[in-house]
Nanobody, 116 residues
Framework: QVQLVESGGGSVQPGGSLRLSCAAS????????MGWYRQAPGKQRELVAT???????NYADSAKGRFTISRDNAENTVYLQMNSLKPEDTAVYYC??????????WGQGTQVTVSS
């Protein structure tokens, strides 16, 4: 049984930082790329960043220069460091395990609110 458990969300003022974590159980970490997605109220879920098993990263334009995705393969954990947060970053952030030809796994989501 695969589980992805996010943590680290919360409320922060504009310009602040948060670090999200996603702990993966099961044996998927060695075989799956990992990603962070987000969904704001009334909007579709969108990609934020992905990282391959080998550490190659990809970012949405909105995240470039502000967010950093990383993974600790020994700890089966993926992180999203978010700096210079803006009110438009407010959303539920989801961790996902990705593999071509296989269904994605999803976490339950963690709320990030950026407000003064």
């Amino acid at each position: 049984q695969v589980q992805l458990v996010e943590s680290g969300g919360g409320s922060v003022q504009p310009g602040g930082s948060l670090r999200l974590s996603c702990a993966a159980s099961g044996s998927i970490f060695s075989f799956y790329s990992m990603g962070w997605y987000r969904q704001a109220p009334g909007k579709q879920r969108e990609l934020v960043a992905t990282i391959t098993i080998g550490g190659d990263t990809n970012y949405a334009d909105s995240a470039k220069g502000r967010f950093t995705i990383s993974r600790d393969n020994a700890e089966n954990t993926v992180y999203l460091q978010m700096n210079s947060l803006k009110p438009e970053d407010t959303a539920v952030y989801y961790c996902s395990a990705l593999r071509v030809g296989y269904a994605n796994y999803w976490g339950q989501g963690t709320q990030v609110t950026v407000s003064s």
